[in-house]
């Protein structure tokens, strides 16, 4: 399985990884400035051939830490580049990134190009000669701090030269940068619905001509004719035709919708129907010229009005800007009644003279030049009720490709995890756990008893910075109506909460100020029963990644008192005392769980006098509390605390050496402390494993439903 990197443009990492998803590529993660997948070298062609987004391609081929510069040159001369690169050919390289002692990217590209040529001329006696431009292979560095990866470029030059234009006025439009555009203002919905497209400035033609691509379903590297992987001495010539041969046939015949183009300058409409014809979409769209102030809609529906109004160079003079705003902003009020304007200006002044308010903007970068996307409603002809229109986006968004790929995903899970909670009995578990990495969600199925239709508690991990906050409202759009139509049930039974960091410990307080009151109900889990909330607070009451765990505590509980701090609502003493626990202590800080704990054992006949709750801040307690001994302790701390009611602030990481010694000291001769926590980057301090037997048992308590997690919790179980 070979990793790979894609960078695209800014702003558009989001869009790159949705559709290397929808190419097929695994593991496909966003990242700054692109996104990382892995595959075969298929996927990595494919991604050359189909991505419309993506300006490179880029295989790693290795990594390694390099503090200074000649460990990068020893391990950069190390890789076998015969393998790669044929010595009669030509080379290109370039150093990327921040490095602590290569601080100028020419000297770092210098070392990699001898440390590349060395080791060739080592193997084979003799070297490649260096070209800039098209080499037979280009390999890429890429240094964060000391650690550096290298790469070889599938792509060769960036993907956004299509090869179909030949001529372009000034400060062109990046191909990929068009086609981020267009697929921001979901032209390929509009498509699919035969919709109108409309550039009225469109110069070159470059928007008007990747809107017919994304129209034809045409691969932008069809009309490409050099790659960086086709001098490559591990090409797979067969692959590669098989693959372009795949995309010539997924290409549509026709499409419906009318894409046109129109510019006053002669010489624009000439450039752009050869740029047509050279992408091979000559036959679906249509230039003419045309001033700005007669553009009008061709059809009687809706429609998507998508430009890059000319700016500066593209002018001659830039004062000329605000005025050309002004008319645009005149012709979409006046005439474009029930169409949506994606505008990509340049000018934050000029683009204050279109008069019209954008319901999104998003920041996105031409090269080394900034801009800013602008998106209008335009509203139904005779309509000023923005919010009506917002409803039918969003009612279109849920019938997306997105939506029924992530439905699709999730009746695959529902059919495999409900085959094993039949078999194993349970009734409440996890379905999804972010599968898709563009659809960042955590879904829990829990069953009411005596009920036959479940209630979805959806979590929502909370979104990268650099995500558009308009990515992340489509795809929690197209996620929250696909599950009704999958699960069966009513909208009505379905919670949603955003999970993010939270302070100190808010996330074991109410939701809302006053008494809990939302939706509660009790639950089965092993023959026990514990009651859930799905609205008041963060979590429901009961952690289903632990559920293994209480199950063990249950085998370990007979005949020893049992001790439970931090103990939530108390699940786990329930299971505890199920096990034949002979008495337990329960210790919480808050008074709610608490209250809660003691539903959880009136619903399982559990003694008050044999099974105590005790109200402490359980650090203290274990300091200066009563020394009694115990034969079973469960201690499972949050990860972090500074709830005013404690003394101090709790970090699990800092902490947990001294929560285990004072739990160590409570138990009795062969007695057993199970420790477990949820910090994802937790490390046990070495000193715990000197002084104890430890057993890490993260891997024997995660359930089925949890297996895509295993960092879900860390749990140890510790003897004297």
Request: hydrophobic share 40%.
């Amino acid at each position: 399985m070979n990793r790979f990197f894609a960078p695209a443009p800014r702003g558009l990492s989001d869009l790159l990884a949705r559709e290397l998803s929808a190419l097929g590529a695994g593991d496909v993660r966003e990242r700054a400035g692109g996104a990382a997948f892995t595959g075969s070298v298929a996927a990595g062609y494919r991604a050359c051939l189909c991505s419309r987004i993506a300006s490179r391609v880029l295989l790693e081929l290795a990594e390694f830490e390099a503090p200074d510069q000649e460990t990068f040159y020893r391990e950069a001369a190390a890789l076998d580049w015969l393998a790669h690169i044929d010595p009669a050919q030509t080379l290109a390289c370039e150093f990327t990134g921040s490095h602590p002692a290569i601080t100028n990217t020419h000297y770092g590209t210098l070392r990699l190009k001898d440390a590349i040529c060395d080791r060739l001329r080592e193997q084979s006696g003799t070297r490649p000669d260096i070209a800039r431009e098209r080499p037979a292979v280009r390999i890429m560095a890429h240094a964060h701090g000391a650690h550096v990866a290298l790469y070889l470029d599938l792509a060769g030059e960036s993907l956004s030269r299509r090869g179909y234009r030949i001529e372009a006025g000034g400060a062109p439009l990046r191909e990929n940068l068009a086609a981020g555009v267009l697929l921001r203002a979901r032209w390929d919905e509009a498509a699919a619905r035969a919709e109108e497209l409309l550039d009225p400035l469109c110069g070159a033609g470059t928007l008007v001509i990747e809107a017919a691509l994304i129209a034809a379903a045409r691969a932008p590297g069809l009309t490409r004719d050099y790659f960086g992987f086709l001098g490559w001495r591990q090409h797979d010539a067969g692959l590669w035709e098989r693959l372009r041969n795949e995309a010539v046939a997924q290409t549509l015949p026709s499409i419906a919708s009318l894409i046109r183009g129109s510019d006053l300058d002669a010489h624009a409409i000439a450039a752009a129907n050869a740029n047509a014809q050279r992408a091979g979409v000559a036959e679906y769209v249509r230039f003419e010229r045309r001033a700005l102030r007669e553009a009008r809609p061709a059809t009687a529906g809706p429609g998507l009005l998508c430009t890059n109004p000319p700016y500066g160079e593209r002018l001659g003079d830039p004062s000329q800007a605000v005025a050309l705003h002004a008319d645009l902003g005149r012709v979409l009020r006046e005439h474009f009644g029930g169409w949506d304007a994606a505008l990509l200006t340049m000018d934050a002044a000029a683009a204050g003279a279109l008069r019209l308010r954008s319901y999104r903007t998003h920041e996105l970068w031409n090269g080394a030049l900034p801009c800013r996307l602008l998106r209008i409603d335009l509203g139904a002809p005779g309509s000023a009720d923005p919010e009506q229109a917002r409803r039918e986006r969003d009612e279109r968004a849920a019938s997306s490709p997105g939506a029924q790929m992530f439905a699709n995903r999730l009746g695959k899970n529902i059919k495999r995890l409900g085959r094993e909670a039949a078999r194993s009995g349970v009734s409440c578990y996890r379905v999804y756990d972010a599968d898709m990495p563009e659809y960042a969600f955590a879904i829990d199925r829990y069953l009411e008893i005596g009920n036959n239709e479940p209630y979805l508690y959806v979590q929502e991990y909370a979104a990268p910075k650099e995500i558009e906050p308009e990515e992340v409202r489509r795809r929690r759009q197209e996620v929250l109506s696909s599950l009704p139509g999958v699960f069966g049930i009513d909208a009505n039974r379905i919670r949603r909460r955003l999970r993010q960091r939270q302070p100190g410990s808010s996330q074991y307080r109410p939701l809302h100020e006053g008494e809990a009151g939302g939706t509660s109900f009790v639950v089965e889990e092993s023959g026990l029963k514990f009651r859930v909330n799905l609205d008041d607070y963060l979590d429901t009451g009961l952690f289903l990644d632990h559920r293994l765990t209480r199950a063990r505590l249950r085998e370990r509980a007979r005949g020893q008192r049992f001790l439970n701090l931090f103990c939530y609502t108390a699940s786990a003493t329930v299971y505890a005392a199920a096990g034949g626990a002979t008495d337990s202590l329960s210790i919480d800080l808050s008074n709610g769980y608490l209250d809660w704990a003691r539903q959880n054992f009136a619903l399982n006949g559990l003694d008050p006098m044999r099974h105590r709750l005790e109200r402490w801040d359980c650090l203290e307690w274990l300091r200066v509390g009563a020394e009694d001994r115990y034969g079973l302790i469960f201690l499972d701390p949050p990860t972090f605390s500074n709830s005013k009611r404690m003394q101090g602030v709790l970090d699990i990481q800092r902490d947990h050496p001294e929560l285990i010694g004072h739990c160590m000291r409570r138990l009795t001769p062969g007695g057993l402390l199970v420790f477990a926590c949820n910090a994802q980057r937790f490390a046990l301090d070495a000193q715990i494993g000197a002084r104890w037997q430890v057993t890490d048992v993260s891997a024997a308590t995660l359930p089925f439903d949890f297996a895509r997690n295993p960092r879900i919790h860390r749990c140890y179980e510790i003897t004297p």
